[in-house]
């Protein structure tokens, strides 16, 4: 994940603590001043010596910011850098960092090569786009490619073990988690958002399903959703694919009733998922819309996700692998 620096030089209380609430990595000071932020929250703090700042105006300059690379420095570009560069200086090792002015150009630093530079520093010149840069670089996780399959059974399947998972976050209609029977084939599980004349939305919970199910989470990677506990960050997919991060502030295993959701893709790919059986507990039409288990039936379009890959101990591999 990259680090987000705000740099607060000349001091100013006001834009350190929209950077702290905004939730950057640190905050970069003249070094007579990290007193002043250390009264404030818990964050890193970094005097301006601790980096060697650098304006790209020709090679000398690239070879002035490669040494100090070389010798275990931190540098930052100042603001006003090109990618060629930036390229360069990536390819010679770590701890590079740029200014960016905007949230447009956070996002093409963050990118570069594939990798991105090391850590992105925000001049107060860009305070106004600071939380949509955090946001972007830090719980942003991409576009997820989701199709719909068509519901072939609904069938109760007794009691069981189910995992309610209540994040930091408020979610929204459209949200929720990638559950299901199998890494290759999970069902898009709606967060609490809708109220009912019995129960209140609880829009921070996702009630996600059996605790042998796979989850979909940060990184490419899939958990058991009984491995899942307060402080895990999560994945949170919307129904147009675009993802987000949620850390857990609790989780809660239970006894109910589930009920064995069967569907299969337009390709004949067959996925299932135990869902507890409840009118809260809601999965995602092919509109965006959520639909209750208990109305679930066959011949219902809903939102999935496939993936040939196999998994082992949560991580890709190429290996044939067949779960049901």
């Keep these: 994940m990259k680090k987000i620096f705000v740099q607060?030089?000349?001091?100013?209380?006001?834009?350190?603590?929209?950077?702290?609430?905004?939730?950057?990595?640190?905050?970069?000071?003249?070094?007579?001043?990290r007193d002043k932020v250390a009264t404030l929250a818990r964050t890193e703090v970094l005097g301006t010596d601790a980096f060697t700042y650098v304006t790209l105006g020709g090679k000398d300059d690239e070879k002035t910011a490669a040494e100090a690379l070389a010798a275990g420095g931190r540098v930052v570009l100042r603001e006003g850098w090109e990618i060629i560069p930036v390229?360069?200086?990536?390819?010679?090792?770590?701890?590079?960092?740029?200014?960016?002015?905007?949230?447009?150009?956070?996002?093409?630093a963050a990118g570069i090569l594939e990798r991105g530079v090391d850590f992105i520093v925000v001049p107060p010149s860009a305070s106004a786009d600071l939380k949509a840069i955090v946001a972007e670089l830090k719980l942003s996780q991409g576009v997820l490619d989701l199709e719909t399959?068509?519901?072939?059974?609904?069938?109760?399947?007794?009691l069981g073990h189910r995992v309610c998972v209540d994040t930091l976050?408020?979610?929204?209609?459209?949200?929720?988690?990638?559950v299901g029977n199998s890494s290759a084939f999970t069902v898009l599980v709606h967060a609490e958002t809708e109220s009912n004349p019995y129960v209140a939305a609880r829009p921070f919970r996702v009630n996600a399903g059996a605790v042998h199910a796979y989850v979909v989470m940060p990184g490419d990677r899939t958990n058991y959703l009984e491995e899942l506990s307060a402080g895990t960050q999560v994945l949170i997919v919307d129904a147009t694919g675009r993802t987000s991060l949620a850390t857990v502030g609790r989780v809660k295993v239970e006894v109910r009733p589930m009920l064995l959701v069967t569907a299969r893709t337009?390709?004949?790919?067959?996925?299932?998922?135990?869902?507890?059986?409840?009118?809260?507990?809601?999965?995602?039409?092919?509109?965006?819309?959520?639909?209750?288990?208990?109305?679930?039936?066959?011949?219902?379009e809903i939102l999935v996700r496939t993936d040939a890959a196999g998994r082992h101990f949560g991580m890709r591999i190429s290996e044939d692998i067949k779960e049901g």
């Design 8 to 33: 607060a030089v000349p001091f100013d209380k006001h834009l350190v603590t929209l950077a702290l609430e905004s939730g950057v990595d640190g905050v970069i000071v003249d070094p007579a001043d």
């Design 87 to 108: 390229e360069n200086l990536l390819a010679q090792g770590q701890g590079l960092g740029v200014e960016v002015a905007s949230l447009e150009r956070a996002v093409l």
């Design 149 to 158: 399959a068509t519901v072939t059974a609904v069938e109760q399947a007794g």
């Design 169 to 178: 976050s408020m979610l929204r209609r459209g949200q929720g988690m990638l």
């Design 266 to 300: 337009a390709d004949g790919t067959l996925g299932r998922v135990f869902l507890q059986n409840a009118e809260t507990i809601r999965v995602v039409r092919a509109d965006g819309s959520p639909v209750s288990v208990v109305e679930l039936k066959p011949g219902d």
